[in-house]
């Protein structure tokens, strides 16, 4: 692997709605202070969701671009939440970024892969992972906190069949929520995502797996067990500069067992953080992560501080 050979693993697309591109986001979601802050980042504006729209894909290509060590991003979209029957409900879907507005973004830009989003709940879940695969998509990704679904059900056994079958990786998150509205916490628990593992399904648990609760770590153990149970199982470092998930970063730091197993990523537009070089006694890790044009650059650079060196990438699992 060379230096500038680095994927990031999970990136999100966020949209506003337009006529066509079939984008929701609620307007408490809007209005609240998560999502008044990017769009205050991203020089986005509700009254030109168009040109706001084009001006967040831009950005994140144009801070790739300026990376030293990361040439890929895998661009993700968020499914809403689903009812029973089957059918999006849109009273309880408070964002989603639909595979349209992925493939869109991907389109003509080789350093974009797609990474679209499909709730197991929908009714026509099995046929959107054939259209998704056909479209060339890189791996699915799910978020089962603020979509609504417990990923052990029995009746998703299916769907995990198609995911082995069409080897579309699985992009998970794991742990609590803050960022978008959260139905229920417990939808994070790794041990939900046993289910898939034990289809074959390639699995990438999100933010190393931890729990985001700061100094309430319960996850990481229950991950590393499964780890050494599931070859299929990796997680992803995305996030983890966050005060919610740090402490996680550096029990990871510990494993080296595990490296091979743990794949770049940011969770961009999330911002990273250069502090946890601080802590790993490197000032000028700190200095050089901090006056990092990119923030790729400088996750990759905060990883490398506290000890974990990324074996694989992204692209060796497909
Ligand atoms: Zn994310």
Same mark, same amino acid.
Do not use: W
């Given at each position: ?67 030293? /060590?990361?040439?890929?991003? =895998?661009? %993700? @979209? !968020?499914?809403?939440? $689903? ?133 309430? /770590?319960?996850?990481?153990? =229950?991950? %590393? @067990? !499964?780890?050494?149970? $599931? ?88």
């Amino acid at each position: 692997m060379n230096q500038r050979a680095l994927t990031d693993v999970h990136a999100h697309l966020a949209a506003l709605p337009t006529l066509e591109n079939g984008c929701r986001v609620s307007r408490k979601l809007l209005k609240g202070p998560f999502g008044r802050a990017i769009m205050r980042m991203q020089g986005m504006d509700p009254a030109d969701p168009e040109g706001s729209n084009q001006r967040y894909v831009e950005n994140l290509e144009i801070e790739l671009k300026c990376s030293a /060590e990361v040439s890929r991003a =895998v661009v %993700l @979209g !968020m499914d809403g939440v $689903y009812g029973s029957d089957g059918l999006l409900d849109d009273g309880r879907t408070e964002f989603l970024v639909s595979n349209d507005a992925v493939f869109a973004a991907c389109r003509g830009r080789d350093c974009f892969l797609p990474g679209p989003s499909v709730n197991p709940m929908r009714r026509d879940a099995l046929d959107e992972l054939e259209r998704c695969k056909a479209l060339g998509a890189a791996l699915i990704k799910t978020l089962p906190n603020s979509m609504g679904f417990n990923p052990c059900l029995p009746g998703f056994k299916p769907f995990y069949q198609a995911l082995s079958r069409l080897k579309l990786p699985l992009l998970s998150h794991v742990g609590y929520e803050f960022a978008v509205i959260a139905g229920e916490q417990m939808f994070g628990n790794p041990e939900l995502l046993i289910p898939a593992l034990d289809e074959g399904v390639t699995v990438i648990a999100a933010h190393g797996g931890s729990s985001g609760l700061f100094v309430l /770590e319960r996850n990481l153990p =229950v991950l %590393l @067990g !499964m780890m050494a149970r $599931y070859p299929n199982l990796y997680a992803d470092v995305s996030a983890m500069t966050l005060p919610n998930r740090v402490r996680a970063l550096f029990q990871l730091a510990r494993h080296p067992e595990v490296f091979d197993r743990l794949l770049f990523g940011t969770d961009y537009p999330i911002p990273v953080f250069a502090y946890p070089c601080l802590a790993a006694f490197s000032l000028s890790g700190y200095r050089a992560a901090r006056s990092a044009p990119s923030r790729f650059d400088r996750q990759a650079r905060v990883i490398r501080e506290v000890g974990i060196t990324l074996t694989r990438d992204f692209l060796d699992l497909t």
